[in-house]
Each structure stands twice: as structure tokens, then as C-alpha cells.
């Protein structure tokens, strides 16, 4: 994603928390800045349909379609999180990390706004040459796939790079290590697979491997599911 575009929707979001917290003091209904910034919320559906429907569906059918078991991806949402090394609620940027976590989701898109320094856990190894940077920290810190034997295991370590984009199974674990200083974001779009993966299978099943069709590493049998005739 150019650089340019990268930066004016940047600038849109932090513009549009701005006014959401001015309608929050005038007591008006805003949710703006709160929560991570919905895309479809401020209009901008086009751009999730875009990454969804030119990058990453068909990318990911040809890169998981084995190790996720779902024939195709019919669903996206996609939004702007905000990271800051003084962060607070009802501003543009929540949180200053993110704890290790998986996402609910066959496959994530991670698009970074702004770049990193590098300084922190992960070096220069995910940066352009020559890129000016917005925030020091703020890395992606991969571990071992939920429900594998490598689950807990480091993975690698990403310094986000302006436009640079990120495809990953939404049960890798992962995290953002703390922003030290300045402002990070990200565009973020989950995609699902209800027609065939959630059709099948609960999505906790799903996560842990434990349907016996799903499952590689783990084989917990087909009753361990909560929802199954051996609980109800």
C-alpha cells in the first residue's frame, strides 16, 4: 500500500476521533475512538472489500487451504487500531500493547500506517531502508499456532514497515509488544469461512484442533465439544 494513502488515513482517523470527542463532551452519541475504528463504520467498506476480495481471499486459499481446512473465506471485517505509549480511552489510539492472543478469524490481514525504529524486541529485520519512523516498540511478536505441539513456541519477531502488509492463520498466537514512544496503527481485517469451516465445526473446536476431522497435532475425539451429544 503506497505510503501516501497509508498516511492520509492516518490522519482521517485521528481527525475523526477528535470530533467524536468533542461530541462526547457535548453529550452527543459517538462510539468513534473508543474502540478500534471500524472501516464500514466511517465508510469505508470499499477499501475492506478491496484487501478482502484482491489480497486476501485468494492468497489465502492458495496459502491455508491445507493447514486451515476451509475452501474458501465468505466473510471480512476491517478496521484502524490505534497504539500509543500514553494511551487513553475515547482518543484515537486505546492501548500501548496487546497481550499474546489469537484472533477470532481464519486468516488476518495486519497493513501497517506508520513505521517503527526498531528499537525493542525486533531490530531492523522487518523495516525499509530509509523509512522515517512514527514510534519506537510496537513490534509483532509471532508464537507457535494455537492447538499445535508448537503452540508457546517463538515464532519471529516484525518491526511494522509503512504499507508493508501481514498474512497470518487467526490461530497464530501473537502479540504487540509495548510502544515506547509516539503513535502506531494498523489496518486490521479478520476473514472468516462460514460456509465451510463454521458450518462444521464450533469455532473454540476450530481454535484447538479437538474435532477429530480437524485435528492433527491434537486429537481430543469428536465429544469433546461442549456442544456435542455427550453435554446436551
Same mark, same amino acid.
Given at each position: 500500500?503506497? &505510503?501516501?494513502? !497509508?498516511?492520509? #488515513? ?5 481527525? #475523526?476521533?477528535?470530533? *467524536? ?14 474502540? /478500534? ?9 470499499? #477499501? ?11 492468497? *489465502?486459499?492458495?496459502?491455508? &487451504?491445507?493447514?486451515?481446512?476451509? *475452501? ?5 471485517? @476491517?478496521?484502524?487500531?490505534?497504539? $500509543?505509549?500514553? /494511551?487513553?480511552?475515547?482518543? =484515537?489510539?486505546?492501548?500501548?500493547? %496487546?497481550?499474546? =492472543? ?14 517503527? $525504529?526498531?528499537?525493542?524486541? @525486533? +531490530? ?13 516498540? @510496537? ?5 507457535? %499456532?494455537?492447538?499445535?505441539? @508448537?503452540? +508457546?513456541?517463538?515464532?519471529? !519477531?516484525?518491526? /511494522? $514497515? ?6 497470518? &492463520?487467526?490461530? =497464530? ?7 515506547? &514512544? ?19 465445526? !464450533? /469455532? !473454540? ?28
Amino acid at each position: 500500500m503506497q &505510503s501516501k494513502f !497509508c498516511v492520509r #488515513l492516518k490522519k482521517t482517523i485521528q481527525s #475523526l476521533a477528535q470530533l *467524536s470527542q468533542h461530541q462526547q463532551t457535548e453529550n452527543l452519541n459517538s462510539t468513534i475512538g473508543i474502540r /478500534p475504528t471500524d472501516l464500514d463504520t466511517i465508510g469505508a467498506s470499499w #477499501l475492506n472489500d478491496l484487501l478482502f476480495h484482491l489480497i486476501q481471499r485468494p492468497i *489465502s486459499k492458495h496459502l491455508f &487451504s491445507q493447514t486451515e481446512h476451509f *475452501s474458501d473465506l465468505d466473510w471480512r471485517q @476491517g478496521y484502524v487500531a490505534g497504539y $500509543s505509549h500514553n /494511551p487513553h480511552v475515547g482518543a =484515537h489510539t486505546q492501548r500501548h500493547r %496487546l497481550v499474546p =492472543h489469537t484472533d477470532d478469524s481464519e486468516v488476518t490481514l495486519n497493513v501497517a500506517l506508520c513505521s517503527g $525504529s526498531g528499537d525493542g524486541d @525486533g +531490530g531492523e529485520e522487518g523495516r525499509l531502508i530509509g523509512d522515517e519512523t512514527d514510534f519506537d516498540g @510496537g513490534n509483532l511478536v509471532f508464537w507457535g %499456532l494455537r492447538g499445535s505441539k @508448537g503452540e +508457546g513456541k517463538l515464532n519471529g !519477531c516484525i518491526q /511494522p $514497515s509503512i504499507g508493508r502488509a501481514l498474512l497470518h &492463520s487467526g490461530r =497464530h498466537l501473537h502479540e504487540v509488544t509495548k510502544v515506547t &514512544s509516539g503513535e502506531r496503527f494498523v489496518i486490521v481485517v479478520w476473514a472468516r469461512s462460514w460456509g465451510s469451516v463454521r458450518n462444521g465445526v !464450533c /469455532p !473454540c473446536c476450530w481454535l484447538n484442533r479437538r474435532r477429530s476431522s480437524y485435528a492433527r497435532d491434537n486429537d481430543n475425539g469428536e465429544n469433546s465439544c461442549i456442544c456435542s451429544p455427550r453435554w446436551n
